[in-house]
Nanobody, 119 residues
Framework: QVQLVESGGGLVQAGGSLRLSCAPSGSIFSINDMGWYRQAPGEQRDLVAT???????KYADSVKGRFTISRENAKNTLYLQMNSLKPEDTGVYYC?????????????WGQGTQVTVSS
């Protein structure tokens, strides 16, 4: 069992920056890939960025060059540095972790943190 707690969201003006953090607890040794997803009001939850346990990253086209995902492997803490924020980046950002334990893969989600970018 893994619990994920996000922090760092807030209100920022367009062009500003925020840094999100995700702190896992529980069976953190079982964590493999991690990532950030966001959900705007009335929209589906979409991928923002992912990172493997080996450090390979993948980004949504809309955030390439502006966002950077990273993880600190000792504790599997996950980060998302967001620069040059745009109003369309507004949404609830969710931390994600795929775990493998007792021969079972599982998708784990945090409770989300709100990011609001004003124009």
């Amino acid at each position: 069992q893994v619990q994920l707690v996000e922090s760092g969201g807030g209100l920022v003006q367009a062009g500003g920056s925020l840094r999100l953090s995700c702190a896992p607890s529980g069976s953190i040794f079982s964590i493999n890939d991690m990532g950030w997803y966001r959900q705007a009001p009335g929209e589906q939850r979409d991928l923002v960025a992912t990172i493997t346990s080996g450090g390979s990253t993948k980004y949504a086209d809309s955030v390439k060059g502006r966002f950077t995902i990273s993880r600190e492997n000792a504790k599997n803490t996950l980060y998302l540095q967001m620069n040059s924020l745009k109003p369309e980046d507004t949404g609830v950002y969710y931390c994600y972790a795929k775990t493998y334990y007792a021969l079972t893969w599982k998708d784990n989600w945090g409770q989300g943190t709100q990011v609001t970018v004003s124009s």
